[in-house]
């Protein structure tokens, strides 16, 4: 049963999937980990799981690749799928915070892979602002926020060759349509035709 449509950035999901697709894998954080992810967190999506779907997303960032897999190019790093689970997800789906989530999540990370990971959270984390401006941070969690340039600078030097422009070509598709009401029932060639 699907409650949402599907996501254009993400890979079909298989009819039937739970944790144990990702847990079966071991300790195995390569390819094969980051495709299952992505399709997990499609799975969840579409069953109206937005706030479980983003984690699998995360967890699709931390996977250990270099960047030059075919999985990759098959299915980018999900910048992408990020903001239109964010823009999609209806106003009455539990979501959490995203912002938040982020932002601890940045802060608080840890190995492995800890430098590429914490910035592809604040790369999350300025996504989520443009998307959903009206959430705000923890004023509790004492944290200095990056500036657009830092996380740029991150990317380059700790990401993937091309994933900066990547999650910059995000920032700029989540500025171009701020302010407009993009409803669920929208898709994304539509949106695209305005």
């Known amino acids: 049963m699907s409650l949402f449509p599907a996501c254009p950035h993400l890979p079909s999901p298989r009819e039937r999937m739970d944790w144990r697709d990702l847990s079966d894998l071991g300790e195995e954080r390569g390819a094969d980990f980051y495709v299952t992810a992505l399709m997990y967190g499609h799975y969840l999506w579409r069953r109206g799981q937005a706030a479980r779907a983003i ?10 690749l270099r960047g030059d897999e075919p999985a990759l190019r098959e299915w980018p790093l999900p910048y992408a799928a990020m903001t239109w689970v964010l823009k999609y997800t209806p106003a009455d789906t539990f979501i959490g915070n995203p912002r938040v989530h982020f932002q601890h999540y940045a802060d608080r990370m840890n190995e492995p ?7 592809r959270a604040w790369a999350c984390w ?3 602002r443009g998307v959903l401006p009206h959430l705000a941070g923890d004023p509790k969690h004492r944290v200095e926020e ?5 996380i740029h600078a991150k990317l380059v030097e700790h990401g993937h060759p091309g994933e900066a422009a990547l999650w910059e070509a995000e920032i700029e598709v989540v500025a171009r349509s701020a302010g ?3 409803t669920l029932a929208q898709t994304a060639p ?3 035709a305005q």
Do not use: F, I, M, N
């Open 55 to 64: 984690l699998c997303l995360d967890r699709a960032l931390g996977a250990d």
């Open 180 to 182: 407009r009401g993009v």
């Open 126 to 128: 300025a996504l989520t």
């Open 113 to 119: 892979r800890r430098d590429v990971r914490r910035w």
């Open 146 to 150: 990056p500036s657009h340039a830092l």
């Open 190 to 192: 539509e949106r695209r």
